[in-house]
């Protein structure tokens, strides 16, 4: 499918386009955070992404390493772009009041929500850069080891090392915090 795309057949691009964007929505959500701060939107940057991947996708040579190692590459630019560009802007909108009340989840549900996705994310920035990447391509994204070890460029064995040492310090991390319940 990704030979035609980058063929130029339009509906193998369409194709490639619906099987990437939600791995890269995953991604720049776990990388990223669902809620919008200062400007820094997971779901522009997956936009961002896919943008990117569209644009580059006739460039693209496959040299024995998988597709989405080569997507691994264009997302990680642009999360680590959306990063400086947000530490660039010291605007801090304020939050968009909903025009209408929704049952589907409380303001209590919400609050924890939020609550858990702080926590999830000051939790992996302990963790080593590469560490944190793996867990997030293994755990959030959901490739396996031998993707994984494509995409950052490793070995499956490294990577399942890296997963067990990242998991181990997470839990350290929460039994030394006193927040597991």
Known sequence: MVAE???GDRNALREVLETIRPIVVRYCRA???TAE???LSADDVAQEVCLATITALPRYR????PFLAFLYGIAAHKVADAHRAAGRDLAYPAESVPE???ADAGPEQLAIEADSVTRMNELLEILPAKQREILILRVVVGLSAEETAA????????VRVAQHR???RLKDEIVAAGDYA
């Open 37 to 39: 701060r200062g400007g």
């Open 5 to 7: 795309a980058v063929a």
């Open 100 to 102: 209408r009340w929704s």
């Open 166 to 168: 990242a998991l181990q």
């Open 31 to 33: 990388r990223v955070g």
């Open 62 to 65: 496959d040299r024995g390493r």
């Open 151 to 158: 995409a950052v460029g490793s070995t499956t064995g490294a």
